[in-house]
C-alpha cells in the first residue's frame, strides 16, 4: 500500500504544533497501524529527521496508552478497537491518512501524539480503597454475587482508561471513564463501605477537570471496549443518592 500521512508534530506542551505530511510507500496490509508507525520512524530516523512520538505499551488494546485520532476519529474507523489492535486493511492504497493527537483541553499535548492524562490517575485516587477482610484467603463463595451483578461489573472493569470517551465527546466529558470506574466496584458487595463517599469524590474530581455530559452518546461509540453509557444512568444514580447518604450535615459536627 503507498499512503499520504499528515501527522500533527510538536516539539514539547510549550511549543506551537503544526502538521507535517510524509509520503508512506510499502506498507503490507497485515501491519498494525502502530507497526506502520515505527516503519514510518524507521525511515525518519535513517534520513536523520526527528521521529513521531507516539505513546504505546501492550500492543494488545489492554493498556490503553495508544490512542490518537485518526481521520477524526479516536482510535480509527474500526470499532471496538484500540488503535494497536487496528491494521491496515481497514484503509486502502492511496489514501491520506490524517494522525491527531486526543482533542481535549483536559488532555494537554506533551509531544506530537502524547498527552498528559493525569486527570485519570486523579480521579481514580479520589476513589479511595475498599474495605476488605485480611488474614487467610476467603472461599470463592463465600460473598454470593448474582451473575446479573457480577457480570455488570466486569463490563465495567473492561476499561482500559485510554480517553477515548473525553476525545470523543463533543464536551470533553469524561463520564463513561468515572461511571466504569466507579460501578465496577459499587455494583459489587465488596464496594458498599464506601460507596458513597467514593461516589461523591470521583465525581467532584472529574468535574474540576472535564465537562459536562449531555449524553451525546459518541463516548460509546468511541470506546474500544464498547462500555454503555448506561452506567452513566448508573452513576447520575448513585451520585444523587450519595447527597442524602452524607452523616455530616451543615453546621452539624461530630467526634
Not at 490518537?68 to 488503535?83: C, L, S, V, Y
Not at 472493569?157 to 485510554?162: D, F, Q
Amino acid at each position: 500500500m503507498h499512503l499520504t500521512l499528515t501527522v500533527w508534530r510538536q516539539a514539547s506542551a510549550k511549543a506551537t504544533g503544526k502538521f507535517e505530511t510524509y509520503d508512506v510507500p510499502d506498507i503490507s496490509p497485515d501491519m498494525s497501524f502502530l507497526e506502520m508507525l515505527d516503519i514510518v520512524n524507521e525511515r525518519l530516523i535513517k534520513d536523520g529527521r526527528e521521529p513521531i512520538a507516539f505513546d504505546h505499551d501492550c500492543r494488545e488494546g489492554i493498556c490503553g496508552s495508544c490512542g490518537m485520532m485518526i481521520n477524526g476519529q479516536a482510535h480509527g474507523p474500526e470499532r471496538g478497537t484500540a488503535t494497536c489492535q487496528l491494521h491496515m486493511r481497514k484503509f486502502h492504497d492511496g489514501d491520506h491518512v490524517t494522525i491527531e493527537p486526543w482533542r481535549a483541553a483536559s488532555f494537554p499535548v506533551t509531544k506530537d501524539l502524547c498527552v498528559d492524562r493525569s486527570p485519570f490517575d486523579a480521579i481514580v485516587a479520589s476513589g479511595g480503597f475498599i474495605t476488605a477482610p485480611t488474614g487467610s484467603a476467603p472461599d470463592a463463595n463465600l460473598i454470593p454475587v448474582p451473575k446479573l451483578v457480577s457480570d455488570a461489573a466486569m463490563d465495567a472493569a473492561a476499561c482500559i482508561g485510554c480517553g477515548a470517551c473525553v476525545a470523543a465527546c463533543p464536551n470533553g466529558a469524561a463520564h463513561l471513564f468515572t461511571a466504569a470506574k466507579l460501578q465496577h466496584l459499587n455494583l459489587m458487595p465488596q464496594g458498599q463501605a464506601e460507596r458513597w463517599e467514593r461516589t461523591l469524590a470521583m465525581v467532584d474530581t472529574m468535574e474540576s477537570y472535564f465537562g459536562s455530559c449531555t449524553m451525546h452518546g459518541e463516548c460509546e461509540a468511541a470506546c474500544p471496549k464498547e462500555i454503555s453509557i448506561d452506567f452513566i444512568a448508573l452513576l447520575n444514580r448513585d451520585y444523587a443518592k450519595a447527597q442524602t447518604k452524607q452523616r455530616r450535615l451543615v453546621g452539624q459536627t461530630f467526634p
